[in-house]
């Protein structure tokens, strides 16, 4: 195959994957995702910015940028799934990978969204199947922290 092909090849399979995305990301400036995004987390998060994005802005806000449009805004912002299953499958993603900073996070969006204590717990228990029992403790305990954290928050009294 002569490289005029390959090229002519990788650019239409580029045109094809671009043409696959919803028209309206492909409209959407990288502001808009943004805002997208922030209304997102506000909408998860009581109406509140996520404290760890806030900071995350501070000292390196193209990340922060990039988390909130494209993370948040393009993928997260998507109607096919609804809120409560999302924040479900990030919680046991999470999980699993044993990053429970970023798995107390998503759980306090599911306890927003309705998912309750037990079912989080359940989630935990099929991490020992899929990834361990060091990565289901380590969300156990990640868990643990933010079921204690609310029974005492401010909040609540």
């Given amino acids: 195959m002569t490289t005029h092909y390959r090229k002519l090849l990788t650019h239409t399979g580029a045109a094809l994957a671009l043409s696959l995305l919803a028209p309206s990301v492909l409209a959407q400036t990288t502001e808009q995702r943004q805002a ?14 996520q ?13 922060a940028q990039a988390t909130e449009a494209y993370a948040l805004g393009e ?5 096919e799934l609804d809120d409560r299953t999302r924040q479900i499958a ?17 759980a306090g969006y599911a ?14 228990h099929l991490t020992t199947v899929t990834a361990g029992f060091p990565r289901a403790i380590a969300a156990a305990r990640a868990l643990s922290e933010l ?11």
Avoid: C
């Fill in 75 to 79: 993928v997260w912002g998507r109607p």
């Fill in 90 to 106: 990030a919680v046991a993603v999470f999980a699993a990978l044993g990053e429970p900073a970023f798995m107390k996070i998503h």
């Fill in 36 to 49: 997208q995004g922030d209304a997102v987390v506000r909408k998860l998060n009581g109406g509140s910015p």
């Fill in 147 to 157: 079921f204690a954290e609310r029974r005492t928050s401010p909040d609540d009294e």
């Fill in 111 to 124: 306890l927003n969204v309705g998912v309750s204590e037990a079912e989080l717990k359940e989630v935990v």
């Fill in 51 to 63: 404290q760890a994005l806030e900071q995350l802005r501070a000292e390196f806000p193209f990340l």
